[in-house]
Structures are given as C-alpha cells and as structure tokens.
C-alpha cells in the first residue's frame, strides 16, 4: 500500500466514529423505508430519537438500551429537546404545532406524564426548541417568527405545584421565520432569517444584535467563558454571517468582532477515522469555502461547531483558527454533548462521533484492538504521537505491541512507516523535541557505554591545541565546562502549551550556547568527573608532547635514564589515573541505576501497604510503612546523595537529619552533663537544668536556620516512579505535620528537602490548616513556590511596578492554579501592599480569604474581605459570606478584626462604666456593612452570646442590639435604647418595638429614671462643667411623653393613659402631644362608630336574606 501522507503540525485533533449504531436502529424498527428518525437531541444521560409516526425513543446512552417509548397522535415528531440541568424532564413538537413537556419520573418509578401542553403555534412548523438553563421552562420558535414559552408543572417545585397549569406566554414575534434558540442566564438569543435578536426575559428588553441584516438560515449560539483563562466572565456570542463570517459580540449584543474563515477552510480535509473504510488524507489544497452555517453549536472545551449537508465544521473562535474539518456525506442535523457528536444523515443513519487528540485516538483504537487504523492514525498524525506528552496515552511498550500485532500482516510498508515513527518517540517528561533544533551546528555528542552523554566541541582551532601555555589550557579546560550545560526541566508541568512556550523563551534568555536533549537531570558530580576526564586526557596528551620537545635539550642528554625513567612513570601514572577515572565514571553510573531501581521497589513496596486499609486507617503502620520507605530516599533523591564521599549510609543519615535532628548539639551537651555530675551532690538540681537550657537553646538555633528549599530534583525520575513518590511524599509530610508529637522540624525538613516531589495543592491546604501552630510551614511554601516561579514572565512585569498590567498577567495564570497564582500575587503584595490586596478579591475562588490571610497584615486583610462580599449581589452576600467562615471560629475573629480597625473612639461610645454613650450609634463605622452580616450570620447560642458581649466591649451597639434581640434579651435591648436616646430605634423594621404591656410600662420606667438621673446631674453640674448630651432640644428623644404618644398610635389614648398611671409617671403633656391624643380619640370613636354601622347594616342584609 503506498505511503501514508502526514498532516500539518497545526491539526492535533481528529473526528472518529468507535460505535455503529445500526444495529440500535434496526432494533427499533427505525431502518426501514416506512419508518425513519426525524430528530434528535442528547443528554448526559439519554440520546432522544423522533420518528416520523410520532414515536419518542428514549435511549440510554450507557449500554445503548432503550428504556422508554412516548407516543403522540398529534403528527410525527419535528423537534426534542433535553432538560440540562433535570434529565427527567423532555420538551418535544409535533409536525401539527403541539409542543409537549414530559416528565418521565424514573426516579420515584411512575409513569410518564406530560405536565404541560401548548398549542399556541398551530398550524405552523416548529423550527427550534430550547430550555431555560435553571428553571423548567422551554422556549418555543416557529416559521411565522413567534417565539413563545411554556412552564412545566412538577411535585418537584413544590406542594400542589404539579396540579397547576401555567399558562402560555409569547415572548415576541420577529420579522421573519426562526432559525435558532439559544438561552443563557436571563437572556433568550433568537436568530431569524434577516437578523439576530437578544432579550432579556426578566426585564423584558431586547437588542438587535449588529446593525447589517441577512438573507437565509444563519444559526447563533452562546459561548459560556467559565473555563480556562476567562473564568467569571459573561459568555459570548457568535452569530452566522454571509460568507463563512462569524460576528463576535458580548453579552449585551455589542459586535465586537467579525472572524472570516473563507480563506481558512482552503485547507484539506482531515479524514474521519471510522471502521466503515480506511481514513484517506490528500494534502492537496482546496479552493477557499464561502458557506452558510445554518447552526451554531457550542462543542467540548471553547469549541465551536456547525456543519453543511456534506462535511462538520469545529473552530476555536478565542484564536479565530479552524480545529478541523471533515467531510461527512448527507447530514441532516447534529446533536452535541461535550465531546460527543450525533448525527443524523438524510436516509435515517445515525452516526455516533468523537472529537478527541490524536493520541487519543490512538489509545482508544488499541484499547479496541483496531490495529491497522491505530498505525494509520499514528503514522499520520505523527507530530503529535512523538511527543513527550503522548507516552502517557501511548507508551513505547505499547507501540512495540502494534508492530508485533502487524508482523504477520503482508502490509510491510506499514510496518515500516510505523518503525520511523517509532524511532523519532521521546521518552516520557522529555524535552528532547523541543530543544533539538538548538544544538548548534559546530557541536555534537555521543553517548558512552555507561549511559553519559558526552559533548564533543568543534570550535577548537589547530593553533590552541598546540598551544604548551598552561594559563591557555586552563582556559579551554573552563570554556568545555561552560558548554556542559544541560536542560532542567520544570517540575510542575504547564497546563496548557502556551505557558510551556513561555518557559522555553525564558530559558533561551538566559544566554545558554546550547540544550543538550537528554531525558535526566545528570548530577553535578557527574559533570564534574566528564571535566577531570576530560582534563587528564589534554593533560597526558600536552605532557607527551612536552617530553618529546625537551627530549633534544642538552642538559636531559647527559642523564638519559633519568629522562626515560621519568618520562614512562609520568605515562604510566597519567595513563592509570584516567582509565581509573573513567571506570569511575561508569561505575557511578551503574550505581544511580541500581539507586534508581532500589527507590522503586521501596515505593512500590510501601504503595502496597498503604493502599491496605488497615494499614491506611493506623495511623501507626502507616508511619512505620512511610519510615521503611524514607531511608531508601533520602539515600538516592536527598541533598547529599550528589556528593562523592558521605559520612555514613542513607539509614544513618536519616536517622540524623529526622530522628535526631541536632545530634551533635545534643552530644556536647551531653559532655557537659557527664561533666557536671562530678559536682556535690547539693547542686545537682542545677547541673540537670543548666544542661537542658543549654540543649533547648542549641535546639532552636538549628530550628531557625533551615536548610535551602529544593524544587528541582536532582535526580530523573520516571513519570509512573514520580507519581508515586509525589503521593508518598505528601502523605508523610501531612501525617508528620497533623501529628501530635514533636516533629515540627521533621516535616518542616522534609518539606523543603523534598519540595520537588510533593503535590503543591496538597501541601497548601495543609500549611493553611496548621498555620496557626506551624507559621514556618507556610513561609517554607512560600519561599519553595517564590524560587519555583521565578523565571515566569510575570515576574518581570511585576518588577515594573505597573499594577494594572500585573493584574491583567495574573488573571491570565489563574487556569495554573493556586500555588502559581499565590506566589505571583505575594510579590505583587510586597510590591505594592493594600493597594494590591484589594484587588485579589477577583481571583476567588482560586485564591480564598485564607490564604490573603497568610499573606497580608490584617489592617490589609480587611479592606480584601470587604471587597470580596461586597462584589456580590446584596441578596448573596449573607450566603456567600457564611461559605467563607471555614473553621466557624474565623467569624469571631473577623468580627473583633472589623471592629478594632477604622473604629471609632472607644472614649466616643462608652462611658467610663461602660454605658452607651448618647447617639453613639450613630458614629460610622469603617467596616460597617461588613459587621452588619457579621453579627447576622446564623450560629449557635454560645457564639451570639460571645458576638453579644464583643460588641458590646467595642461600642458596636447597633450589632449589640441586634443580637440581644436574636437572644431574646429585650430587657437589655430596650435599656440600651434608653442610654441611646433615639425613638427610631423602636420603630420596625430595624428597630425592636414592645410587643406587651408590660414591656411599654418598663420602658417607660427606663426612661423615667434616665431623665430624672439626667435632670439631677444636671443640677449638680450649673457650672456646666460636666459632659451634656443636649437631648433636652433633640428632636426623636426618648421620653415618657413620646412613649406615651407612640403606645396611644398603637393602643390607644384612653390605654396609654391608664398605662402612666400604672407606672406612676405624671408626665406634662406639651399642646401638640394633647392636639394627638385628642385627634387619635376623634379617630378611634369615628372608626368604632363605622364599625358599628357597618356590622348593622350586614346583619340586617343577612337577616333579609334568610327571610
């Protein structure tokens, strides 16, 4: 067979077909000429098929099983449409113009039922149905331009909520027949024949979107922004336009750009991998494509799909790029869930589609055995099957069982096209693709027996090898260490080809002659032995020519056994001491693989016990399963592993550094006790203290100087190697870390040892929970992300001191992350301060309030917290501040934060006694609104005592109200109000208000008593030397007469009066307070009188009646 042609580097995905759906088809009786599909709509869940009797096929996408069958009378089904959100709920219309919501009840194992019924477009063809993404709700569009909505019924909204019928409403009618629906929080996008239509269902606006109109089917979709970089925004729109255009506008349907991708789609088809023939790319290019893309699907991960009678289209619109395109031969309509296509073709045939990456692909067709389209797959496609990255979805080992698979096959072109492209593989987390376009044309290497690359430099010249100045060869000796330079790979991989493009132009700036593709991180010792070799061979080699020079001196002539003695033992020695060398070298070499291959069978060991739930769920075990485990790497992965000479074993060492972390310190002052014990026996008391001050003191002098933080490993390690390590590493530094003995300095030492090898969102969560008791874990965090982070671009645009363009850089890393994210938002804190925590409220919910907590002093802390809950809706923000307080015990501390920062004088709202001051309530609060949902978050009773007596202590009164309130504290309450002196208080809604009598009557004694105490202080200060409220000329003061006046509005002036009497106040009624009550008598007869006549005058009616 001829060759297989290969595909630019720009396509990496692929539509392939792994399911035949015929036989589901012929199942149903759907493959005959009588009986075909009509429609079709998919779901998580289902995949609903219409059929041309009025049938409805509910079939159950796991298993292709068919579990239900709805019949309607009412014409063959035109449009289905699934629920998105609820999955028992399915709108379907008629070719009559019914439109039919069914609740299928496969939860509770009833019946289906339709729960609502619509015939409002009678008489017209329905062209497109669409649901309300949160409510069960259906939009309905038609041929004649109305679009309509009916609301469905269900005992799931709520009591007697399935046994009401609501009613039919029509949204608008638009100039022209309706092509397509689309709905997205609030807003129902229409697209018609001439133009495209926004509306807002809520407020009930709508907006054309652009001012240009068309002519013909053009589809129209929403483009949600909730993933990857654009996380939070609000989605997108994309609308069909003459010509293979597509109009970009925003949410409120401003056009804010037009892609064209006429010139695009010139490019060849990519064929569809499907078992029905063999896949045929022809690279020839094609003539640019002016299409009409009727509809306009949002498909998988920032996808856009549409597609023709003859082939599917799928653009990335974020890049404006065409993904692919693939003919497909008599389509009809498309259904998307995710990355699933269904296609129903003109005569009925369902095809079942997925657009997935080449590698991939390639799995997924090995995994079923397909092995001749898996070669042709991975010979086309062989730009993304060589990589790095694709040895996770197809391993080498699994490649060498494809070609054995097509050994016996006659297809030897195959097999020998499949064994180039196996030769270009790059192992697993290996750079080698990227980087082997930079070796430089003057330099190459070789590799030895013993497994070490060896650079070999061409830029020498004659003149300097024959060069005998010993400063010149020292020179050369330092310029081939320079060039021994090797690639160090991140740990952390980047998330998206982007950021790894990033990290490649950072490292080519740094003024590296050349990469060296190697797949490991070579130790420093090695490099260092590859330069002693390196140096002894120009060393013998100079030295031999040297000799031979000297050889005609005179002097060396007179003595020539003294010259051929010397010259053979200076041969001889430097010819043993560099085959010593080199065997050394090789030897060392094989020694790291026997290392490398010692730490796996520990892990794997120590992943077995664990993955035991006794041993997992024992503390205990699992400790001593991670203790046998941590000696092996500490020999081959710590920070002494790389250094020729070690004072003792790994073991040894492991016991020193964790066990015995200040052994030495431990051993003098030892010494110093065996010394002290030859004292009299009266001081022995102190010759036991004195040591273990001594002891404690040399103890925290190790503890504050850690050692430096390691976040690359010295090491290679196997990417199935690695995943282990990472997964034992972390768990003994969280089990070491939430441990109640004395190992802080143990986990502390393991976590910034072994930086490179533990899970960075693991290890944030934890030093956030042990933060309050192990502070240093979190800067150790800090300081190993800080370090990690450096040669990040954002750094330098940090270094600028342009915090709005910060910012901008930031939003875009928040897809990497919080651990990335921490570390760039902590140098942008230091750069800045408060003026750049306020605004790391947008990074939520990757970044939480705790981890600002961490990072920022707490005057900063708040105006963060502030902006973060006032950023959401005020209906929200009680809610979502609730969400925050994760432990519960945060609210208390946030409170007494709010109330000590940007507070008034305490001086200001208490009196020496602790007495509210007059009005002191009214003094303004920095943090208001934030102690205002504070002190009305829900909690127990315990907490809104002690919230209570917190605002209280500060002067926060109006919290202190409220939460007495909450207590049912009312006396305290209504004394409170008194020393406030402020009637509004009492007023609802804000205020508490007396709801008995004998409340009224002690809140009349309260501010009886005040005013007399007020009055006698007043007589005992005339000299006006005392502190005076002046509430004496205060309109809304609280008093016995205004008391009086708000209990006469409330009961009564004959009840309030009698009420006075009772409590023995004879206050002086002013004449407006007598004019009120007199007033409120007046009013108080007339509305008895007519209350009176009006209950005559019904019983007179109702006597009649019964006569």
């Not at 109009?247 to 056009?255: K, M, T």
């Not at 291959?597 to 024992?618: G, H, M, N, Y």
């Not at 005076?1028 to 016995?1040: L, Y």
């Amino acid at each position: 067979m001829p060759l297989i042609p290969v595909v630019p580097e720009n396509h990496s995905h692929v539509l392939a077909e792994f399911d035949c759906l015929d036989p589901l088809l012929s199942a149903l009786r759907l493959d005959s000429g009588r009986l075909k599909c009509t429609c079709l709509a998919v779901s998580r869940k289902w995949l609903a098929l219409g059929t041309s009797a009025g049938g409805l096929h509910l079939i159950q996408k796991e298993g292709w099983k068919q579990r239900l069958i709805l019949t309607h009378k009412e014409g063959s089904i035109t449009q289905v449409a699934c629920c998105p959100h609820d999955e028992d709920f399915v709108a379907v219309a008629t070719s009559q113009g019914l439109v039919v919501v069914w609740e299928l009840q496969l939860e509770r194992r009833g019946r289906p039922e339709r729960v609502s019924l619509s015939w409002e477009h009678r008489g017209h063809n329905i062209t497109s149905l669409c649901w309300d993404s949160s409510a069960l709700r259906v939009f309905v569009g038609d041929s004649a331009g109305k679009v309509s909505y009916l609301r469905a019924g269900s005992s799931k909204l709520g009591k007697g909520s399935a046994f009401v019928i609501f009613p039919v409403q029509t949204v608008t009618t638009v100039d022209s027949s309706v092509v397509q629906l689309g709905y997205q929080d609030g807003r129902l996008l229409v697209s018609s024949l001439s133009r495209c239509y926004l509306c807002d269902t809520e407020k009930e606006k709508f907006w054309r979107v652009g001012s240009k109109e068309r002519d013909g089917e053009y589809g129209a979709c929403f483009f949600p922004q909730s993933k990857g970089l654009l996380g939070g925004q609000p989605p997108l729109l994309y609308c069909a336009r003459p010509g293979s255009r597509i109009w970009e506008a925003s949410f409120n349907g401003e056009v804010l750009s037009t892609h064209q991708f006429k010139q695009l789609l010139a490019c060849p088809p990519l064929p569809l991998i499907t078992f029905r023939n063999e896949p045929n790319y022809n690279p020839a290019q094609r003539s640019p494509q002016s299409l009409a893309f009727s509809k306009l699907l949002y498909l998988g991960d920032q996808n856009l799909l549409t597609w023709s009678d003859s082939a599917i289209y799928i653009f990335t619109p974020q890049n404006g790029q065409v993904l692919l395109w693939t003919e497909v031969k008599d389509l009809a309509d498309v259904a998307v869930h995710r990355g699933e296509l269904f296609c129903l073709h003109g005569s009925g045939r369902l095809s079942h589609l997925s657009l997935l990456s080449a590698e991939r692909c390639v799995e997924r067709l090995l995994r079923r055995e397909s092995w001749t389209l898996a070669v042709t797959v991975c010979c086309m496609f062989q730009h993304a099957i060589t990589t790095s990255r694709a040895r996770k979805s197809v391993p080498i080992d699994r490649l060498e069982h494809l070609k054995s698979q097509l050994g016996s096959s006659p297809n030897s072109e195959l097999t020998s096209q499949l064994e180039e492209v196996i030769a270009k593989l790059e192992p697993l987390d290996s750079a080698s693709s990227s980087r082997r376009s930079s070796i430089s044309s003057h330099e190459s290497f070789n590799v030895l027996d013993c497994g070490i690359y060896r650079v070999i430099s061409r830029r020498g010249s004659q003149s300097d090898e024959e060069t005998n100045s010993l400063i010149n060869q020292s020179t050369s000796e330092e310029e081939r260490l320079k060039e021994f330079s090797f690639v160090q790979e991140d740990d952390q991989v980047d998330p998206d080809p982007q950021s790894s493009e990033r990290t490649e132009a950072d490292r080519s700036d740094q003024g590296m002659q050349f990469h060296l593709p190697l797949s490991f991180r070579p130790k420093p010792p090695r490099i260092a032995l590859q330069a002693v070799k390196d140096s002894v061979s120009s060393f013998v080699k100079k030295t031999t020519e040297k000799i031979n020079t000297l050889q005609m001196n005179s002097e060396l002539r007179q003595r020539p056994e003294y010259k051929e003695t010397g010259q053979a033992d200076t041969i001889s020695s430097t010819t043993s001491f560099s085959e010593d060398m080199e065997n050394e070298l090789c030897n060392e070499a094989s020694n790291a693989e026997a290392d490398m291959q010692e730490l796996r069978t520990a892990t794997e060991k120590a992943v077995s016990q664990i993955r035991d739930p006794l041993v997992l769920l024992d503390p205990d075990c699992l400790r001593e399963a991670l203790q046998e485990w941590l000696p092996i790497l500490e020999r081959v992965l710590g920070p002494e592993a790389a250094d020729s000479n070690l004072d003792g074993s790994g073991e040894d060492r492991w016991e020193r550094d964790y066990l015995n972390p200040c052994a030495e310190q431990q051993g003098e002052s030892t010494g110093i006790v065996a010394e002290e014990t030859k004292e009299p026996p009266q001081l022995g008391a102190e010759a036991e203290n004195q040591p273990t001050s001594d002891s404690a003191e040399r103890f925290s002098s190790c503890r504050s100087s850690p050692e430096p933080v390691r976040v690359v490993s010295p090491e290679a390690v196997p990417s199935d190697l690695s995943a282990d390590l990472t997964e034992l590493a972390t768990l003994y530094t969280e089990l070491s870390c939430f441990r109640n003995q004395n190992e802080a300095l143990g986990c502390l030492t393991f976590l910034r040892r072994y930086f490179f090898l533990l899970d960075q969102e693991r290890v944030r969560r934890m030093c956030l929970l042990c933060y309050q008791e192990q502070p240093e874990m979190m800067s150790s965090f800090t300081e190993a992300m800080l370090e990690l982070t450096q040669s990040s671009k954002v750094v330098e645009i940090i270094q600028k001191g342009d915090l709005l363009k910060s910012l901008r850089s930031l939003r875009e890393l928040q897809a990497w992350g919080a651990p990335h994210l921490l570390a760039h938002l902590h140098r942008l804190y230091e750069k800045h301060g408060e003026a750049a925590v306020r605004s790391f409220s947008q990074f939520y919910p990757t970044i939480t309030p705790a981890d600002v907590m961490t990072m920022a002093q707490q005057s900063h802390f708040l105006p963060y917290l502030d902006n973060l809950v006032q950023s959401r809706t005020e209906e929200h923000r009680l809610s979502f501040l609730q969400s925050l307080l994760e432990p519960e015990s945060l609210k208390h501390d946030w409170l007494e934060l709010a109330l000590t920062h940007d507070a008034p004088q305490r001086c200001d709202t208490m009196t020496p006694d602790g007495q509210p001051r007059w009005h002191s309530h009214c003094f303004s609060w920095g943090y208001g609104r934030l102690l205002s949902l504070l002190t009305r978050l829900p909690a127990d009773l315990s907490s809104k005592e002690k919230m209570a007596e917190t605002c209280r202590s500060h002067g926060y009164w109006t919290g202190y109200l409220y939460l007495c309130k909450e207590l049912q504290r009312r006396t305290e309450v209504f004394s409170t109000i008194c020393q406030l002196d402020d009637i509004s208080l009492l007023e609802e809604p804000d205020g508490v208000e007396p709801q008995t009598l004998d409340e009224w009557k002690l809140l009349i004694q309260l501010s009886q008593q005040r005013s007399s105490a007020a009055e006698s202080q007043q007589v005992a200060n005339v000299n006006g030397s005392s502190w005076s409220n002046g509430s004496a000329d205060c309109e809304g003061k609280i008093s016995p007469e205004s008391l009086t006046l708000m209990l006469a509005r409330t009961a009564g002036p004959e009840r309030a009066l009698k009420v006075l009497e009772e409590c023995g106040v004879q206050p002086v009624f002013s004449a407006h307070s007598e004019l009120v009550c007199e007033l409120l008598r007046v009013a108080e007869k007339r509305q008895r009188a007519m209350i009176q006549t009006m209950l005559e005058r019904c019983d007179r009616f109702l006597w009649s009646q019964h006569a």
